[in-house]
């Protein structure tokens, strides 16, 4: 089963989620602990956190055998004068990503009004009328920038962020350009917004060439609702967990991607507070050798 995955991680697993939280390790830290738990493929982590040096980046990766599959974009789509920071962020990572040899740009709508919702539907704000379309619009025209760069957009949709729920998903994917925006679905994520990710897989499958393999606590999920525990809160906490220790059906979720011929890449993430690099190099351990006992293989 998915022998062709390209299997990855991501800084985000050793608390590098932005880079306005305290205590982070240093990229050399983090791609030496990568390295070591024996990984082909990774993601850069925000930009900011390795320096703007494509050429660099890529031969600091080589030096530890990895090669780059993309990077996220953490900006908010949501607010009009942050527009024009979000575009420029996004030409930035384009460049970086593609200088190195990486692919794809993941969109993540980085909210902090939406945080404090984070998984509650019902309490969440939503954008109405022009907003709405203007938030389409901000996310597609980061497709047309990736393009420039010959890296794919793909948006993320996130916990505590306007792109979080079904109907929101659903909606981006009918108002944008498939070939400037596709969809990355984070296993996670997609349980934090009650939507089941191997249904929204199978609905678009060929829209979608990027996932994340993320496992989350129900236990934890229904507290931190009941609580109205913010976002980042909630990863403090722990909601998110190594896999096979959460409530994720991945046996399904692997089972749709190879019946589609999914072939990666697919970044294995749990989000954390930062941390000491060894508990987190130890969970990405234990969750591959869940996903090794599912048949999925670096």
């Not at 990229?27 to 990984?39: L, M, N, P, S, T």
């Not at 420039?148 to 009918?174: K, R, T």
């Amino acid at each position: 089963m998915l022998r062709e995955i390209k299997l990855a991680t991501a800084p985000v697993s050793w608390g590098v989620d932005h880079l306005g939280r305290a205590g982070l390790p240093s990229w050399q830290e983090v791609f030496d602990e990568i390295a070591k738990v024996g990984f082909k493929y990774t993601e850069l982590g925000p930009l900011g956190f390795w320096p703007e040096d494509g050429k660099l980046v890529k031969a600091q990766l080589a030096a530890r055998q990895l090669a780059c599959v993309g990077a996220a974009l953490l900006a908010s789509f949501e607010e009009e004068n942050l527009t024009g920071h979000a575009l420029d962020e996004a030409r930035r990572l384009a460049r970086l990503i593609s200088d190195s040899g990486g692919s794809f740009l993941v969109i993540v709508d980085w909210s902090e009004k939406r945080h404090a919702t984070a998984g509650r539907s019902e309490r969440a704000r939503r954008l109405e009328g022009r907003a709405k379309r203007e938030f389409w619009a901000r996310i597609e025209k980061v497709g047309e920038i990736s393009r420039e760069f010959g890296v794919q957009a793909v948006a993320h949709p996130h916990a505590g962020s306007n792109l979080e729920f079904e109907d929101e998903v659903e909606e981006l994917l009918a108002h944008t350009d498939p070939e400037l925006i596709q969809l990355a679905i984070d296993t996670g994520h997609c349980l934090y917004g009650q939507i089941d990710p191997t249904v929204l897989y199978c609905r678009h499958a060929d829209r979608t060439p990027y996932v994340n393999f993320k496992d989350i606590s129900a236990e934890l999920l229904d507290q931190v609702r009941a609580e109205g525990v913010a976002f980042l809160d909630a990863v403090d906490l722990g909601i998110f967990q190594p896999l096979g220790k959460g409530n994720v059906d991945f046996r399904s979720f692997g089972e749709a991607l190879s019946r589609n011929g999914f072939s990666g890449p697919a970044v294995i993430e749990q989000d954390r507070k930062p941390g000491r690099c060894e508990s987190a190099t130890a969970a990405m351990m234990e969750s591959l050798r869940y996903l090794s006992s599912l048949g999925i293989n670096r």
